[in-house]
């Protein structure tokens, strides 16, 4: 079932909301430049199995609303403490990709980790997604400059790029048209916007605070975030457990989507 939820005077966020009732919940914050879809192989199965899966679109992406500001770190995880006060969710897993997994880091520093008993990071762009001094894992800040300067000059071949190093496993041409269509649906100055929070956040305290057991799943042929920053995520946070997966580069949850959600519940049910 899908619906919005205001989280601010005009800005109301996209959540699709499946097997409501269920005991364990699984709130889901994908990655740039996608939206809930990109779990789709995860909300065919997990649901029969019992899960109540809850995906969002982040602000200016996939259906939620896109307004001009409010792409800070800050006020994504804002947003999501909006959504699970208004859904009274309790005791839930919380779930991030890429960016989503630092929006995810960001919630659990900046709102204690209310709701949340579990949490788990996939290719999660912390503590840096870029290189930085006294930092050297992670992208050139050259790299994500091109990305942003691709968004304003021309969106759709560099989604088509970066679609390209996203996977490890091949994916068919149809399969490369469907993500590229999630990407479009983004808004172009939230696309830029989250670009720019890569170079100017980072999430090294924010991990220090973690205080609920975490799993980290990371593929080790990842190109958009180096495998390196899965391994500092696991000395950092105190009680978490790293899962490199052989197969995968940035999509685990679809590279070796079997394996990932074998566990993800295995994580769920410990």
């Not at 770190?73 to 006060?85: A, E, G, H, K």
């Not at 990709?97 to 999660?124: E, Q």
Request: aromatic share 14%; proline share 4%.
């Amino acid at each position: 079932m899908g619906y919005y939820i205001k989280v601010e005077p005009n800005v109301k966020i996209y959540v699709e909301d499946l097997n409501e009732g269920a005991d364990n919940t699984i709130l889901f914050i994908h990655g740039w430049p996608g939206s809930h879809k990109l779990f789709e192989y995860q909300f065919d199965v997990l649901p029969k199995l019992g899960y109540r899966c809850i995906g969002i679109d982040t602000r200016g992406f996939g259906e939620s609303d896109k307004p001009y500001k409010g792409y800070n770190f800050d006020r994504l995880s804002d947003d999501v403490r909006c959504i699970i006060d208004a859904l009274k969710l309790r005791n839930i897993t919380l779930a991030g990709h890429s960016t989503g997994g630092a929006i995810a880091v960001r919630y659990m520093a900046r709102h204690k980790g209310h709701g949340v008993s579990k949490l788990a990071l996939f290719a999660a762009a912390a503590p840096s997604l870029i290189k930085r001094p006294n930092f050297p894992y992670g992208l050139d800040k050259e790299t994500v400059i091109n990305l942003i300067e691709g968004t304003y000059s021309d969106r759709p071949k560099m989604l088509q790029g970066f679609g390209d190093i996203f996977f490890y496993q091949h994916i068919s041409e149809a399969f490369s048209n469907w993500f590229f269509q999630l990407g479009l649906q983004a808004a172009g100055w939230a696309t830029a916007a989250i670009a720019n929070a890569w170079i100017n956040e980072v999430f090294f305290s924010d991990l220090e605070e973690i205080n609920v057991p975490t799993l980290i799943i990371h593929g080790i042929h990842d190109k958009v975030v180096p495998f390196e920053l899965g391994e500092i995520q696991e000395k950092c946070i105190k009680d978490s457990k790293l899962l490199p997966f052989e197969f995968s580069g940035h999509a685990s949850f679809y590279d070796e989507k079997d394996r990932f959600n074998k566990e993800l519940i295995k994580f769920i049910e410990e």
